[in-house]
Antibody
């Protein structure tokens, strides 16, 4: 059974930093692209970032939404089956539940999400 | 970015009745569309992908259709566990984008 468990959320001041982690189990982690998706309180879903199974940080291995580009960095450690999201220069509009999600890929194209964690809440406020 | 527009925002339906949800995209996504169900306090759950293929374990009362820019999710006979928020997501172009959701509530 696929399990994704996020951690690292909390209250942070505007301009501050936070690092989220997602511990994965129940599947061959290195074989799957992974993603972070967020949901502001009472709002819809917003894709944030994605990373290939190999975990390279160059373009084509990582993708970012324009709203977080240059502030957030996605990474993974396949030896530990963990996915991370380093969030810097946080803003009030980054307040959301952050979900770790596993991509389904076909012919190397990352498509949709077949497994989700329960999420971790990030609150950016002074 | 591809803009996803779902309608209606809220759908009031009696148990046992049929519900039809709509998702429109700002440009063609072929059949590259997924649907998710989210209940309060829970993570989203994958229902459909490729516009019309049910995910593992999803009951046959859920069906999806459409292509190009117009898509529908139909629940043939609503059960109590189906009252939730439903999101569409295109998987044709980056960035992957979601609709704003349709809440299916008990009438």
């Amino acid at each position: 059974e696929v399990q994704l468990l996020e951690s690292g959320g909390g209250l942070v001041q505007p301009g501050g930093s936070l690092r989220l982690s997602c511990a994965a189990s129940g599947f061959t982690f290195s074989s799957y692209a992974m993603s972070w998706v967020r949901q502001a309180p009472g709002k819809g879903l917003e894709w944030v970032s994605a990373i290939s199974g190999s975990g390279g940080t160059t373009y084509g291995n990582t993708y970012y939404a324009d709203s977080v580009k240059g502030r957030f960095t996605i990474s993974r450690d396949n030896s530990k089956n963990t996915l991370d999201l380093q969030m810097n220069s946080l803003r009030a509009e980054d307040t959301a539940v952050y979900y770790c999600a596993k991509f389904v890929a076909v012919a190397g194209t990352w498509l949709y999400f077949d497994s989700w964690g329960q999420g971790t809440l990030v609150t950016v406020s002074s | 970015d591809i803009v996803m527009t779902q309608s209606p925002a809220t759908l009031s339906v009696s148990p046992g009745e049929r519900a039809t949800l709509s998702c429109r995209t700002s440009q063609s996504v072929s059949s590259d569309l997924a649907w998710y169900q989210q209940k309060p306090g829970q993570a989203p759950r994958l229902l459909m992908y490729g516009a019309s293929t049910r995910a593992t374990g999803i009951p046959a009362r859920f069906s999806g259709g459409g292509s190009g820019t117009e898509f529908t999710l139909t629940i043939s006979s609503l059960q109590s566990e189906d009252f939730a928020v439903y999101y569409c997501q295109q998987h044709n172009k980056w960035p992957r984008t979601f609709g704003q959701g349709t809440k299916v509530e008990i009438k």
